[in-house]
């Protein structure tokens, strides 16, 4: 063998020794794979929320200590009626409306707000893919899921990462009947009507006209409905009405504090010797955003009626009748304060 082979034969062998040790060193280096905690795992595993509405359960999934790591998979698996019938109603796609842009209750029309919104496709109930928060969307009927007093639906869900997969099982959803609007006078469980009607959330210096007495909360029902009206043309607004202790119509105009340009978060405004009508965007409220239409919490719309009059001694007295309230369900709603006691009283004394 010459120099020249004898060159290239020891090269050879330095390479191939070279790669050899590469491949060990390879070896010995641990692949990384994710955490999965044993510890992880849902703080809430029964779900019992008001079909017709969206409701989410948020951050109901607990890591302790980050101990799986992020980004986990959530999936619902197996879902089954209680009985242990499949549930094909849980896996069909409906039709929901979804927020793209922020709801700011500024909004100066119809357009604007559904130019905010979009239509996307999504099972009744569902668990966000990233996060563990459970959704049950407002196409949710009754209609179309099982409702209590049925004992409802069993499923599973599946958490998982690159470092594996666990199984939560038997988790539940039992979900109560609609309720179109808080506050409610339906059973939950039944649908059925438990009174007349509600109470308004509050009335401040409200006499009656016969008995010259101040009227509480309890003089009034506040019926939340449908639109009787005739004739009309089939759409989504809500009206305010009024009527005396015989149930014939109060003219709104007589609440002349009230500031109906302002009352909610509505357009339109329609003004008749018996109701007034705004149009509006379901749900009300849009969204859970403290604004000037609503409680502090977001949770509800909050309209104020007010008439001014002059009582003994010449002072002036503000009364306000006040109602917190929520609608969930598309529509022509009305809703009407019936004194059933005695007529409010808006004569000076």
């Known amino acids: 063998m010459n120099n020249k082979q004898w060159r290239l034969f020891t090269g050879t062998l330095l390479a191939g020794a070279f790669l050899l040790a590469l491949t060990a060193c390879n070896k010995l280096v641990p692949t ?53 019938e499949a549930a094909p109603e849980l896996s069909d796609i409906f039709p929901v409306k979804v927020w793209k842009q922020a709801y700011t209750g500024t909004e100066t029309s119809i357009a604007e707000i559904e130019g905010k919104r979009a239509t996307e496709y999504h099972n009744v109930f569902e668990v966000r893919k990233h996060s563990g928060d459970f959704v049950l969307w407002s196409s949710s009927t009754s209609r179309i899921l099982r409702c209590q007093a049925d004992s409802g639906y069993v499923f599973d869900v599946e958490m ?14 039992m979900p109560f009947r609609e309720r179109p609007y ?28 016969s008995s010259n007495n101040y009227l509480t909360a309890a003089d009034v029902d506040v019926y939340i409905r449908k639109s009787s009206e005739t004739g009309k043309t089939p759409g989504n607004t809500i009206s305010f009405m009024f ?16 500031d109906w340009n302002n009352l909610l978060h509505g357009f339109n405004v329609k003004k008749t010797a018996t109701r007034v009508t705004y149009d509006v965007a379901f749900p009300v409220p849009l969204a859970q955003l403290p604004t000037r239409f609503t409680t502090a919490d977001g949770r509800r719309t909050s309209v104020k009626f007010g008439y001014s009059r002059i009582g003994f001694g010449g002072f002036r007295q503000d009364a306000v009748i006040g109602l917190d309230f929520a609608i969930y369900e598309p529509g022509d709603w009305e809703i009407v304060f019936a004194f059933k006691n005695d007529s409010p009283k808006f004569s000076n004394d």
């Open 32 to 84: 990384y794979r994710d955490a999965l905690s044993a510890e992880a795992g849902f703080s809430q595993t029964t779900f019992e929320p008001v079909v017709g509405r969206t409701t989410q359960y948020s951050n109901v999934f607990v890591n302790p200590n980050n101990g799986s790591t992020y980004p986990i998979d959530f999936t619902i698996v197996n879902a089954r009626r209680f009985s242990g």
């Open 243 to 258: 009527l005396d202790k015989y149930f014939k119509p109060i003219d709104p105009a007589k609440f002349a504090l009230t």
């Open 182 to 209: 808080e506050p409610s006078n339906l059973n939950p469980v039944t649908g059925q009507s438990v009174s007349n009607g509600i109470y308004p959330s509050y009335m401040l210096n409200v006499r009656g006209d």
């Open 160 to 173: 998982s990462n690159s470092g594996g997969r666990r199984y939560f099982r038997n988790m539940r959803l």
